[in-house]
Nanobody, 117 residues
């Protein structure tokens, strides 16, 4: 069974940093691309960042480009999201999954990121 477990969220002030982790199991992690999504209250879930299977290529939403960095460790079967220069509009629950159109139905519980002064 596919399992995705996000962690690392918390409360930070504007301009601060956090690193999120996503531990994956139940599939051949090293052979597939992965992605981070977020969902703010009252808004639809949006794609934030994606990374290819070996980590050789990444992509980002315009709203986070230059501030966030996605990476992965295929030995640990974990994908990371380094978030710097955080803004209040980054406040959301962050999830990991496959990138579109390959999302799997077994979403994790996500990890809450709150950016507030």
């Amino acid at each position: 069974q596919v399992q995705l477990v996000e962690s690392g969220g918390g409360l930070v002030q504007p301009g601060g940093s956090l690193r999120l982790s996503c531990a994956a199991s139940g599939f051949t992690f090293s052979s597939v691309a992965m992605a981070w999504y977020r969902q703010a209250p009252g808004k639809e879930r949006e794609l934030v960042a994606a990374i290819t299977s070996a980590g050789g290529s990444t992509s980002y939403a315009d709203s986070v480009k230059g501030r966030f960095t996605v990476s992965r460790d295929n030995v640990k079967k974990t994908v990371y999201l380094q978030m710097n220069s955080l803004k209040p509009e980054d406040t959301a629950v962050y999830y990991c999954n496959r990138p579109p159109p390959y999302e799997v139905g077994s979403w994790g519980q996500g990890t809450q990121v709150t950016v507030s002064s």
